[in-house]
């Protein structure tokens, strides 16, 4: 199971940290990933890690104002979001699955989601 948290309402230009925890699987040995969903789009894929933490992966929209982090003591993965813009407004959901991959049909387990929303 998978349970995100953290989002919230933030400002143009303002940060958010998101956490993923990770209870009843051996998540420690699984790659991570963050997607987002905005109404009336499809889900997309921002950010993935590696099981092991040494690998990560952006997409071109977050590079250099997002950073994806986990901690396998504690089960968890993050997501450090900087500089958010109005475009970042979505529901941000975190995957688990085998490989650290920008492929949704490459996570087999995934949280329920939080809602971030950026005012301009």
């Known amino acids: 199971q998978l349970v995100e948290s953290g989002g919230g309402l933030v400002q143009n230009g303002g940060s958010l940290r998101l956490s993923c925890a990770a209870s009843?699987?051996?998540?420690?040995?699984?790659?991570m990933g963050w997607f987002r969903q905005a109404p009336g789009k499809e889900r997309e894929f921002v950010a993935a890690?590696?099981?092991?933490?040494?690998?990560?992966y952006y997409a071109e929209t977050v590079k250099g104002r997002f950073t994806i982090s986990r901690d396998n003591a504690k089960i968890a993965v993050y997501l450090q979001m900087n500089a958010l813009k109005p475009e970042d407004t979505a529901v941000y959901y975190c995957?688990?699955?085998?490989?650290?991959?920008?492929?949704?049909?490459?996570?087999?387990?995934w949280g329920q989601g939080t809602q971030v929303t950026v005012s301009s």
């Open positions: 009843g699987g051996t998540f420690g040995s699984y790659a």
């Open positions: 995957a688990g699955g085998r490989t650290a991959s920008f492929r949704r049909y490459d996570y087999d387990h």
């Open positions: 890690v590696s099981w092991r933490g040494s690998s990560t």
